[in-house]
């Protein structure tokens, strides 16, 4: 199949700029594998803020409603897209530490879809994983109290093995969870203003500016576009009228890998992981994101300036085989243009967060988890098996190694969880805070620190998987229930 079709038309309309790596590299202008750098031609879309509303139980409620719409992405007519609130992607949710939410959640698209709220810690029955399905025409209404650090978190569906489609096809929002008791840390945090949502994809259009869905693509890691969209927008420039900007990174792609840096290589500051704040801030040039994870990152601006948030090429590891790579190009994500004078920001404090330290206890037990190929522990997803019981509130190390030649990630649902080591080695600073999702290179292994606290159901499962959608949806992805003392096991419905 050729994947580059549209090219043609969309060239009409956008200057393509072939990247020299690009021509240089192995994987040749062409393939699959390469992002086409576009000059930035379109504002950057701000996904609205919901805030919800309070019921008379003091309960913020939002909520969502799927839908079946078409988006004009600019690439040479509609697009076939579905949405939450709107024609592609959704609101950004904002939830409250302290607070019981509820959403309102109503499917109208014509197959079954779920929610799943990526990084929450909640009971399995609200989690809309593959076992809250919702059948079209109906509603789904879970409710939950918040009590997790403020955090970039998302939401997406999650039917098994339909998540690749329906998430590049537009089921996706942002999550953010913010403290009001937590003390002020000099971070941008104007919604929109100077604290900006991306949510960063890559995907392919037919010449008719339709969306190419393919979630297997042609990659064993499954479908890697050519376009890069964030929020939605084809080539987006933002305009920046303060001199720092918050920018928190969501990868939500498919399959690919994203290695965030500027495109002058200045440093920045990496101020949060998936789950929350990091202990203080750390000053990098780049950082990087498999799909699922997330980063908030401090940038600063000089006036009338312009520079690029920049995807590298990624860092996969040793262990990868070359026919696995994602290609070797650099393309612009979105262009940010400071205004001629910049509104002063304050500085970022040296102490974001007091986390707690990441040790296992001694007699923590370990559970293996190896991924090799379309199973983990030789095992693919199977709805009716209950993989794993843990208890609740008790500390384990979780040992996840990749035995495949190719990558893959680890996500656990019900919250966060702490590395421990990246192939025996302690982890980054940037991975030393709470993480929910975690890269794993080709043939290396991962430790991690998990405990789930509260909740306990004997029946309903959370997941864990790998968050490359094509390979979650072909069973890279296993079960545990977290029970309390005494509780029994039964198979899940
Ligand atoms: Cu972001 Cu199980 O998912
Ligand atoms: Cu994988």
Redesign the pocket.
Known sequence: MLRAAGRGTAAAVVALLVSASALAGCGAWGTAAEVRQLEAIRPLQIPPLADGRLDGDGRRVFRLTADEATTDFGQGGPADTLGFNGSYLGPTLHMRRGEEVRVRVRNRLQEMTTVHWHGMHLPARMDGGPHQMIEPGARWAPTWAVEQPAATMWYHSHPHGQTAQQVYRGLAGMLLVSDPQAADAGLPNDYGVDDIPLVVQDKSFSSDGNLIVDPEGTAS?GFLGDTVVVNGTVAPYRDVSREALRLRLLNAANARVFNFGLSDDRQFLIVGSDGGLLAEPVAADRVQLSPGERAEIVVRLQPAERIALTSYPPELGHGIGSQHRFGSGTFDVVQLRAAGELAPSPQVAPLLAELPAATAPQDAPVRRFG?SGRAINGRPMDMGRIDEVVPVGRSEVWEVMNQDP????LHVHDGSFRVLSIDARPPPPELAGFKDTVYVAPRSTVRILVRFDTYTDERWPYMYH???MW??DLG?MGQFVVVGPGQDVRAAG
């Open positions: 890691t991924i190719q990558p893959h990630n790998c968050h490359l390979h979650e890279i």
